[in-house]
């Protein structure tokens, strides 16, 4: 009902920027999708990467870390976690326990191990 108040010109600009604001959404999804694909022949990832690898919520990889039951990198002088690939493909391979109830196990484990410490 806009459109016809404001004409023929308004009505077709306002079609011409919807096509184009949808091209330019599709070519982002399709640039996010190479952007992941790459990441993926990385030799190193970080945490995001990790996510996007492996399928794992930030907070699991987290708490396999703090466990100790991913293979992370040694290096004591940076903050950021980072993982080998090749060794991340290895633990995978030989199927992992992540599910929910054994992470809690092993962390209600851990912090009894520190609280008699």
Not at 1 to 29: D, R, V
Not at 71 to 88: L, M
Request: charged share 25%; net charge positive; proline share 3%.
């Amino acid at each position: 009902m806009f459109a016809i108040q404001c004409g023929w010109p308004f009505t077709y600009f306002l079609i011409q920027n919807h096509e184009i604001m949808s091209k330019e959404n599709s070519m982002i999804e399709i640039l996010t999708d190479i952007k992941s694909l790459l990441s993926h022949n990385k030799k190193v990832l970080n945490v995001d990467d990790l996510v996007s690898y492996t399928g794992l919520s930030k907070s699991k990889i987290y708490k396999l870390s703090m466990l100790k039951l991913i293979p992370t990198g040694s290096n004591k002088h940076i903050r950021q976690k980072f993982f080998n690939k090749e060794a991340i493909d290895e633990w995978l391979l030989g199927t992992p326990n992540v599910s929910d109830e054994f992470l809690e196990q092993q962390l209600n484990a851990q912090l009894l191990k520190n609280k008699k410490a």
